[in-house]
């Protein structure tokens, strides 16, 4: 249970950063949000921006400069894992369609062991077509991959020997060590917008996290994820529902836990713990209030 008090509803509290060599160190970041009660951490991925630029950002004109300079996120997540206890440690999302899923099912795993078991896979399709398509990715047709990707991995997080046989990933019997802490897997908590994302979180997910200001109305979109749950024989309970980019205004907040969102994930700033702090304690106090 996280210490953060739940609001009506019982929604909890997170964070997302781009960790990036001028932000606050990962380590120091986990410290702080343990302290504050907050119960998780997300961060962000991009192995490489292409000079192009042909893909539009969803977001807006202009990419802003952490998603050029984004670190690592399994290597901020472990460091955060060794200066904390409690925090949950989260992709915000993992770009699956643009890792080799033997090695991304090894770092889960093994950063799962790491913190004891406090890891949480957030993955997505992507949007930089450019991108993917120097790790040999089609744009068309990437959630096919994504999803084979992380049926495998599901075969070696919880199968000794592991197998899997798909059309774009195929392997025979292989001893793929550690195993999570977590039974049979981490948490799978996918990305993307209605009405995929709530298709696919139910096919293969334990929790939908759809993007604040982006992606629409979420409160209006959650019966989406009951009906899906129910077409693949699915609790629609198993599903969490998050929302990642979540406004800070209390009213917002307060309808959103009403409506039993499970997890409100706030934007951090790219940036030293001079701005990141104040804004922190912001925020655990917007928290305290709602719950």
Not at 31 to 51: D, G, K, M, N, Y
Not at 118 to 143: D, K, S
Not at 244 to 259: D, F, I, V
Request: net charge negative; hydrophobic share 40%.
């Amino acid at each position: 249970e996280p210490s953060r008090p739940r609001g009506a509803g019982g929604v909890k509290f997170g964070v997302a950063i781009f960790p990036t060599e001028y932000a606050m160190h990962p380590a120091a970041l986990g410290a702080a949000l343990e302290e504050r009660a907050f119960e998780s951490l997300w961060v962000a991925e991009h192995s490489h921006i292409p000079a192009s630029r042909a893909t539009p950002w969803p977001g807006g004109a202009d990419l802003p400069q952490m998603y050029y300079d984004v670190m690592d996120p399994f290597v901020a997540l472990s460091a955060a894992a060794a200066t904390t206890t409690e925090l949950k440690l989260a992709t915000g999302i993992c770009l699956v369609g643009q890792r080799d899923p033997i090695q991304t099912a090894k770092q889960v795993a093994s950063l799962d062991v790491i913190s004891g078991g406090r890891f949480l896979f957030g993955i997505g399709g992507g949007w930089n077509a450019e991108e993917m398509a120097n790790h040999g990715t089609e744009f068309v047709g990437r959630w096919k991959l994504v999803r084979e990707r992380i049926e495998a991995m599901k075969s070696l997080w919880a199968d000794d020997p592991a197998e899997y046989h798909g059309d774009l990933v195929d392997f025979d019997p292989v001893v793929a060590n550690p195993k999570p802490v977590q039974r049979p897997h981490p948490p799978i908590h996918v990305g993307g917008g209605a009405p995929g994302g709530p298709r696919r979180a139910a096919r293969y997910g334990d929790g939908w996290i759809p993007l604040g200001g982006r992606d629409g109305d979420i409160v209006e979109q959650m019966a989406l994820v009951a009906d899906e749950a129910a077409k693949v024989g699915r609790d629609p309970a198993e599903i969490e529902i998050s929302l990642y980019n979540s406004p800070t205004e209390e009213s917002e907040l307060e309808r959103l836990a009403a409506a039993g969102v499970a997890r409100v994930v706030f934007g951090l700033p790219s940036a030293d713990a001079d701005t990141v702090l104040p804004y922190l304690d912001h925020l655990a106090g917007l928290a305290d209030r709602i719950g």
